[in-house]
């Protein structure tokens, strides 16, 4: 009975283990990759999108500010936004959200502006900015992916990274147009590599 029981329990450690082991399924042949320099008034830097699994997007993003910028130590909000197009700022439209054209993607039910926040797809976390106004993010995200389908970011239209003046609240249905972050600083256009 009791090597039974010892059996039992190695079958069921070998199955979470092994479980485990199997969990990231879908590597793509090739690590798809995409790339976005960023700017703004005083601020530079650059995102690099890495996609070796299929549904996990790795975003690292670098990003240094003039002290005259608005990029001040904090945090600050950023975002996938639903247009790849940065002139101006505006132009990246509202936060990505997939492909919710009824015509192409009909089971769509997304509420669009601000009553989806933060929901969105393209919410990521609050970048941070230290003293010397250098700032770093470093983030994983499953909403979006790199390659085809109902959350590329590479639809008809692109997408873009916009930094905020300041820190995402993450309400939803903000009361304010500030909650999410308010004014647009900075933008990126995100291109394939």
Same mark, same amino acid.
């Given at each position: +009975? %009791?090597?039974? /029981? ?8 070998? +199955?979470?283990?092994?479980?485990? =082991? ?10 798809? %990759? ?21 549904? %996990?997007? %790795?975003?690292?993003?670098?990003? !240094?500010?003039?002290?005259? /910028?608005?990029?001040?130590? #904090? ?8 247009? #790849? ?6 132009? *990246? ?9 009824? !015509?192409? $993607?009909?089971? *769509? ?7 989806? &926040?933060?929901? &969105?797809?393209?919410?990521?976390? $609050?970048? =941070?900015?230290?003293? $010397?106004?250098?700032? /770093?993010?470093?983030?994983?995200? =499953?909403?979006?992916?790199?390659? /085809?389908?109902?959350?590329?970011? @590479?639809? !008809?239209?692109?997408?873009? @990274? ?19 972050? #308010? ?9 394939? !590599?």
């Amino acid at each position: +009975m %009791r090597a039974l /029981s010892k059996i039992g329990t190695g079958l069921v450690i070998g +199955m979470l283990v092994g479980g485990c =082991s199997s969990y990231h399924t879908g590597k793509h042949d090739t690590k798809l %990759r995409a790339k976005a320099a960023i700017a703004g008034p005083g601020i530079t830097g650059e995102a690099d999108l890495y996609e070796e699994y299929e549904g %996990r997007v %790795r975003i690292k993003l670098k990003i !240094q500010g003039t002290p005259e /910028s608005k990029l001040t130590p #904090g945090l600050h909000g950023i975002h996938i936004h639903e247009v #790849g197009s940065c002139e101006p700022f505006a132009a *990246a439209k509202g936060h990505y959200d997939g492909n919710v054209d009824p !015509q192409v $993607n009909p089971e *769509a039910s997304v509420n669009p502006g601000p009553g989806n &926040h933060p929901y &969105h797809l393209g919410d990521l976390q $609050n970048l =941070s900015v230290d003293d $010397n106004r250098k700032g /770093s993010l470093y983030t994983v995200t =499953s909403r979006v992916t790199l390659g /085809s389908g109902l959350t590329t970011l @590479f639809d !008809q239209d692109g997408s873009a @990274f916009v930094i905020h003046e300041l820190p995402d609240k993450y309400l939803p249905d903000p009361p304010t147009k500030d909650a999410p972050g #308010g004014p647009r600083i900075a933008c990126g256009v995100i291109v394939k !590599q």
